[in-house]
């Protein structure tokens, strides 16, 4: 399944989640597999922040590529690094 199953899914959860009438058993059984995709989806989410890369304009007009993790260096106005 894809992130945007993951979503989709969830979406639909709540949305059955939210409807009057939704048996106890049928609740839990929505809220366990809603449970189980938050999960799968947030971990997908960290797996591709890892992968993003900012892309910066150096101050000779290049652009270059920097982890995001470096984004938030401290002292650097939230560009990250030395520019």
């Known amino acids: ?3 945007e199953d993951d979503v989709a899914r969830l979406e639909a959860i709540a949305a059955e ?6 048996a106890l058993d049928r609740a ?7 449970v ?8 997908e989410l960290v ?6 890369a900012l892309l910066v ?5 290049v652009f270059a590529l920097r982890p995001l993790r470096d984004a938030g260096a ?3 106005g939230g560009l ?3 520019t």
Do not use: H, K
């Open 1 to 3: 399944m894809t992130f």
């Open 17 to 22: 989640l939210g409807t009057e009438g939704v």
């Open 28 to 34: 839990l059984e929505l809220f366990e597999e809603g």
């Open 36 to 43: 189980s995709r938050l999960r799968r989806a947030s971990a």
């Open 47 to 52: 797996r591709v922040e890892s992968q993003v």
């Open 57 to 61: 304009e150096q101050v000779d007009g």
């Open 74 to 76: 401290p002292g650097d």
């Open 80 to 82: 990250g690094g030395r």
